[in-house]
């Protein structure tokens, strides 16, 4: 079902998704290390929820009678600069993940694998969220600037976020 370059290429997102996860629980560390951990926690739940998105990868690839290829994961950055930077970084790695969903919608599209593009739809939908979410958090700490106390309201505010587990992974 799947073709050779399709069947990489939907491993490979499995493994972006996971990393991501990597990703964003690394940044949970600085944050929690920076004594901030409301921000921390949002980064926890992202992590969590990346975690869902490669298991619906395995799922799918699984379903559509695919060998799955569990790859290595890279050590994430650790460290940052500043809060801003560390979101900037996380934005830029959801344009990352965009564009590679993105590929991989041509790629089924190219082979007329309808089953995988209707999978797909799930994150093209997902990636616009994703980008907004950090989007929106980068453009909250350009205007906290230097401002202490405008940076603990936004830890208290991302305090509040809670994983919600997905009634089911599969697609
Ligand atoms: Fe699953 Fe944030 O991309």
Not at 98 to 107: G, M
Not at 116 to 124: D, G, H, R, S
Not at 135 to 152: A, M, P
């Amino acid at each position: 079902m799947f073709s050779k370059k399709l069947l990489d290429a939907m491993n490979e997102q499995m493994k972006n998704e996971f990393a991501s996860a990597y990703l964003y629980l690394a940044m949970a560390g600085y944050f929690q290390s920076e004594e901030l951990p409301g921000i921390a926690n949002w980064m926890r739940v992202q992590a969590l929820e990346e975690l869902t998105h490669g298991e619906k990868f395995f799922h799918f690839i699984c379903d559509a009678n695919g060998r799955t290829d569990v790859r290595a994961i890279e050590a994430p950055q650790n460290s940052y600069k500043s809060p801003l930077d560390c979101f900037k970084a996380g934005l830029k790695h959801e344009n990352f993940v965009t564009a590679s969903i993105n590929n991989l919608v041509d790629l089924a599209r190219k082979d007329g694998n309808h089953a995988t593009e209707i999978f797909l739809q799930w994150f093209v939908t997902e990636q616009v969220e994703e980008e907004a979410n950090f989007s929106l958090i980068v453009k909250k700490l350009e205007r906290i600037g230097n401002d202490g106390n405008g940076l603990l309201r936004l830890d208290e505010e991302l305090a509040q976020r809670v994983f919600v587990p997905p009634a089911t992974t599969a697609a």
